[in-house]
Nanobody
Framework: QVNLVQSGGGPVQAGGSLRLSCAVSGDMSAITCMAWWRQVLGKEREGVALIVPAGDSRYVDSVRGRATISKDNAGVYLEMSNVRPDDSATYYC???????????????????????WGQGTLVTVFS
């Protein structure tokens, strides 16, 4: 019964910042981990950031130090500074309901460990 609705995204100047939102409707307490994924045409889906109920987070190397994943009672968010053209992608939020730990393994499965997904939002970084 959980639904994820994304907002944010769009064009952003290289070196600037962005903020993506993922609003959760339904029983958020049923969610264990949430994550942000991104995908570009012709490439496999990439796990970007993971957050667990206790607040611990994990990041892919390419965004570590630039990105922050956070959550509150309404949803999950991704903020990124110093964006680069390589950050251009369609971004998706995703939720898992089965047991989940603070492990990079949850960002290395192509997204198969997550059950509910947002609709996606396009981020285009231009120089």
């Amino acid at each position: 019964q959980v639904n994820l609705v994304q907002s944010g995204g769009g064009p952003v100047q290289a070196g600037g910042s962005l903020r993506l939102s993922c609003a959760v409707s339904g029983d958020m307490s049923a969610i264990t981990c949430m994550a942000w994924w991104r995908q570009v045409l012709g490439k496999e889906r990439e796990g970007v950031a993971l957050i667990v109920p206790a607040g611990d987070s994990r990041y892919v190397d390419s965004v570590r130090g630039r990105a922050t994943i956070s959550k509150d009672n309404a949803g999950v968010y991704l903020e990124m500074s110093n964006v680069r053209p390589d950050d251009s992608a369609t971004y998706y939020c995703a939720a898992r309901f089965r047991p989940c730990g603070s492990s990079m393994a949850y960002l290395q499965s192509g997204g198969s460990l997550f059950e509910v997904w947002g609709q996606g939002t396009l981020v285009t970084v231009f120089s």
